[in-house]
Every structure is written in structure tokens, then in C-alpha cells.
């Protein structure tokens, strides 16, 4: 697919669109207006393609006629078609733009809108659920038209879509409150750097701050009682009136994770959009690994209209990824340290060797019928095949949480695949962990344990994120031997484990990670004091 950024290419305006299924087919059908750049000829349709990033030939983009009926300023006004194959959209990326081709070229836009055209609005299509998976089109914060092919959750349905709009009402009750919400990865998990923070705002006395999580994970059952109180169970009624109700979020995740990843409503995607929200984002890891100026990583990037929005860095030399990439000044990042950090310990004895590489989100449906044949797998079985054998059996498979349902029932590696959304019981008995890129290196490696790269698909991932995408760790900075194949990871495991971190390797990993004295979650609140999100006690 060749691609030219200096020849022009048309504009398609979405009028109207109505969306259905038709012989197995998504298949989605309107009115539209089409214009070429910078011409007032009328465009000829039959030159006009579509694809999707990730899969050529998946989509099907066709006019009413060729021309369409010419209006003033080289407009024309048509009629236009799409048609994606259920069956195999599938294996589909989870979030899939639809790239406009002219001539064989990608030179071309759709809109979602017409009449949103310098920005989107948040809307969605119908949204179609078969086998658990969901279907729909929605529109981006640019108005360009992604075609999104996700596991279903309870809000695609109609009684869901109900109880959403009935929350949105009834959190009119609670106008006026000041309500914290906390949470981590899809509300399911504890045991990151917003539960640290919680536990010590609880213990300081707040007791408007409130923490979502499924109640029923082991990690919160032996809680003390005083931090029960204030948890909200994950999809209660609870939750979602205080999701509308709340204006202030500190999380280890971004707005999406405080009700619904990729949730397809435009009234709780009007909340996370909407103005005047403050919004602390904890991180979950040190971020210093993939670069934010990644498209996929347009999340993280400082947002406008945010009344505060403040990002915990861990470093000076983070906060500048933070601002050269992220779009960040200074006085918007918390120079603090990982909440969670302060609570991170080593058991002593410590001897597994972990693999946990990071997910790539691009293969998550492939991964649904075909977990062997995905390059996620492959890594791991040269990562486990690099061990040497006397040392295998201290080895412990952790795939990455969002893809950890996937290998339910995996026997390829035997026990020592571990399916658990906890991992810092894990982590206290790592003495060398085997990762790509995941942020997860700079957990084990604060405990104690050594570290040891794989890099041999680091640069055919990056292109999946977007160009431009670069790893922000290299030859001169990486804390821990790089390995390009399993003799390469079987002379690094031989060198490293059971060793103390080589103080090269330590000196490089303090530029990055700076602060070692457990005050980390002191530091973030006395920051949300001064910025109003907390009141001083």
C-alpha cells in the first residue's frame, strides 16, 4: 500500500448513514458530499478505494455513480456504500480507521460527519454482537470514520444502554458533591499505584475519595475494613451514578478505564470528552518505553479542556519524554515517583525467572482462534526456549493482563503458564525477569531482580504503533543485556541470574527512575493539595 503526502485527494463528507447487516456483511449506506483538494472538477468515484491499516481488501467502499450530481465549487453530491465481511473482520485490529485510496494511493478522508467536520462528536453506529464479539462504527475526536471489532460487554445491549442512561439521571442527586473517583485497568484490578495512593488518602482521613474495583478479586478480600468502605463495586448502580457525577479522577489508567474500555455510548464518551474535568493519571508503569508520539498512544498526550490534567513521572529525564512528545509544559507533570513503588518489595530467596512481554494490541482477535500462530506467542516460546534447561524449572509465564484470558487452558508451556490479574506476588520472588519493552523492567528491576531484553521484532512492532514510533530505552540507556535470538537470551540468563545488578546498569536506570525512599505517595498528595483536587487536612 504506497502512500503520498503532496498529491491531493478527495474529501468524503458523510450526510447521512444508516448501518445494518446484509448477508453476513456490516454494511453501512447513505449520502454523502465529495470534493477533490485544491480542484473544482468533479470527482471520479471509480478511482475512489478504501482499506484498513491493518488488513487490505477487508472493506468495500462503492458509489451511486461515478460522478454524482455536481454542486458549486467543485462539490458533488452521491450516494456511497461500505461493506466489511462479519466472519472476517474477526481478525481485525480493535480499532481499525478507514484509510480513503485514490488512484492506489492513500490520499484521501472520510468523515463521520459532515456537519462535524473540524471535529467529532462522539458518535457511534448500532452496535451488532455475535459469538461475544462486538461490531460498530464510531466517529474519532478528528471525525474520521474507525470501524471497531472488540469483546462484548454488557453496555452493547439494549438493557445496558438503559441502565446507562438511567445512572446519567439519577447522578443529578449527587450535584454538588466532591467525589474523588480511583481505579485501575478496567476497574478489575488493586494492586497498582492508585490502591497505594488510596490507602494512604484513607489513612489521612479523606473520605469523599472513593476506589472502583470488582469486589470479589482476592486482592481486596483481606482488606482492612476501613478501606471497604469507600470501595464501589465495579458496574453497580453505584459506580456508573458516580461516574456522571464525578469530576475529579486520579488513576492509574486513563477516563476510559473509569467505566468501560471502548465503551460504544455517546453519553458516557460526551463525560470522558467533556470539559472542566480534573483528571491526575498515575501511570501504571514507567512510561519511558514506547515514545508518545505514537498515534496509539494519543491517550496519554496532554488533552485541551481538561481543568487539570496532571501525569506522575518518575524522572526529570521522563518528564522530558513528557514534554518533547507528549505535548506537556513542566508544570504539568508531578515529578514524584510511582505511588506504587513505595510498596515494592523482594522476597528474600528470590529465584523465578519471569517472561512477561507487553501486548500487541494488533493481534488480541487473531488471538481469539489462533493464539499459536501470533507473533505474542512465538516470542514467548523463544524467550522460554533461550532458558537454559537446568534452570527451567524456576521459570513463570505471565502474559500480559490484556491478553492473559487468551491463555486459559494453554498446555503448550505446561505449569508454568500463570493466568492471575496479580502480579506482585509474583514479582517479590523475581530474580530475572525476560520482557521486550513492557514497563514491567523497571518493577522487577527497583526490586532487585535483573533484567533481559529481546529485541528482535522491536522495530516491525513499532510500525504497528504508528509513524514515527520509536522505543525510548536503547543501546546507550537500557538497563540489562539485549538479546536478538534464544542463544542470545541463553547467554544473558547464564551471565545475570542469580547475580547483583551490574552498576552500569544501575547508574542508567536512576536517570530514569530517580526516586528510591518510599515518600513517593507523601509526594503525590501534598501535589493534589496544592492543585485543589484534594482540600488540606
Known amino acids: 500500500m504506497s502512500t503520498s503526502a503532496k498529491r491531493p485527494g478527495p474529501a468524503i463528507g458523510i450526510l447521512n448513514m444508516k448501518v445494518g447487516e446484509e448477508g453476513g456483511n456490516i454494511v453501512a449506506s447513505g449520502s454523502c458530499i465529495v470534493r477533490m483538494k485544491g480542484s473544482r472538477k468533479a470527482v471520479d468515484t471509480d478511482k475512489i478505494g478504501a482499506e484498513f491499516p491493518s488488513r487490505e481488501g477487508a472493506v468495500r467502499l462503492t ?16 450516494t456511497f456504500r461500505i461493506e466489511i465481511d462479519r466472519e472476517e473482520a474477526k481478525d481485525l485490529d480493535i480499532q481499525n480507521k478507514i484509510l480513503i485510496m485514490y488512484d492506489g494511493e492513500q490520499r484521501g478522508r472520510l468523515f463521520y460527519s459532515l456537519a462535524d467536520l473540524k471535529r467529532g462528536k462522539n458518535k457511534n453506529s448500532e452496535v451488532f454482537v455475535h459469538d461475544s464479539i462486538a461490531m460498530y462504527f464510531r466517529q474519532n475526536v478528528n471525525n474520521f470514520v474507525y470501524f471497531v471489532v472488540r469483546d462484548a460487554n454488557q453496555y452493547d445491549y439494549p438493557e445496558g444502554q438503559a441502565r446507562l442512561k438511567r445512572a446519567k439521571k439519577n447522578a443529578a442527586k449527587l450535584k454538588g458533591q466532591d467525589i474523588v473517583l480511583m481505579y485501575e485497568k478496567n476497574c478489575a484490578k488493586y494492586e497498582e499505584s492508585a490502591s497505594v495512593l488510596y490507602e494512604k488518602l484513607i489513612d489521612e482521613g479523606y473520605d469523599n475519595v472513593y476506589f472502583i474495583v470488582d469486589k470479589s478479586i482476592p486482592a481486596v478480600q483481606d482488606l482492612d475494613e476501613k478501606y471497604k468502605k469507600n470501595l464501589i463495586d465495579k458496574d453497580s448502580d453505584k459506580h456508573l451514578e458516580y461516574f456522571f457525577a464525578c469530576n475529579k479522577f486520579v488513576a492509574t489508567e486513563t477516563i476510559d478505564h473509569a467505566l468501560q474500555l471502548r465503551i460504544a455510548s455517546k453519553d458516557v464518551m460526551d463525560k470522558i470528552n467533556g470539559k472542566g474535568l480534573m483528571y491526575v493519571f498515575l501511570q501504571h508503569g514507567v512510561m519511558y518505553m514506547v515514545s508518545l508520539g505514537s498515534e496509539l498512544r494519543v491517550g ?16 526529570e529525564e521522563e518528564a522530558r519524554h513528557f514534554i518533547e512528545l507528549g505535548g506537556m509544559e513542566h508544570d504539568d507533570l508531578y515529578v514524584t515517583g510511582l505511588a506504587k513503588f513505595d510498596k515494592a518489595v523482594r522476597n528474600e530467596g528470590a529465584d523465578k525467572i519471569i517472561i512477561m512481554p507487553t501486548w500487541r ?8 482462534d489462533e493464539l499459536h500462530e501470533t507473533g505474542y506467542y512465538k516470542m514467548i516460546e523463544t524467550m522460554y526456549n533461550g532458558v537454559p534447561e537446568e534452570l527451567r524449572d524456576k521459570v513463570v509465564i505471565l502474559p500480559h493482563p ?15 503458564v500463570v493466568v492471575t490479574n496479580q502480579y506482585d506476588p509474583l514479582l517479590r520472588d523475581c530474580a530475572l525477569l525476560i520482557t521486550d519493552y513492557s514497563s514491567i523492567a523497571y518493577d522487577a528491576y527497583y526490586r532487585g531482580a535483573n533484567v533481559v531484553f529481546y529485541w528482535k521484532d522491536k522495530d516491525e512492532c513499532m510500525t504497528h504503533y504508528g509513524e514515527g514510533t520509536h522505543l525510548m530505552l536503547n543501546e546507550g540507556n537500557v538497563f540489562g543485556p539485549v538479546c536478538m535470538d534464544s542463544e542470545d537470551i541463553r547467554r544473558a ?26 515518600k513517593n505517595s507523601e509526594r503525590i498528595m501534598n501535589l493534589l493539595i496544592k492543585d485543589g483536587v484534594l482540600e488540606k487536612k
Open 493 to 518: 540468563v547464564e551471565g545475570c541470574y542469580g547475580m547483583p545488578q551490574r552498576e552500569e546498569d544501575l547508574t542508567r536506570y536512576r536517570k530514569i527512575v530517580e526516586f528510591h525512599d518510599g
Open 300 to 315: 496519554f498526550r496532554k488533552k485541551e479542556g481538561y481543568k487539570l490534567h496532571k501525569t506522575v513521572v518518575s524522572s
Open 402 to 416: 490484556l491478553i492473559t484470558e487468551r491463555f486459559t487452558g494453554e498446555e503448550g508451556f505446561g505449569k508454568h
Open 63 to 78: 458509489f451511486g455513480s461515478r460522478y454524482g450530481t455536481k454542486l458549486p465549487g467543485g462539490l458533488s453530491r452521491n
Open 361 to 368: 494490541r494488533w493481534e488480541t482477535n487473531q488471538a481469539k
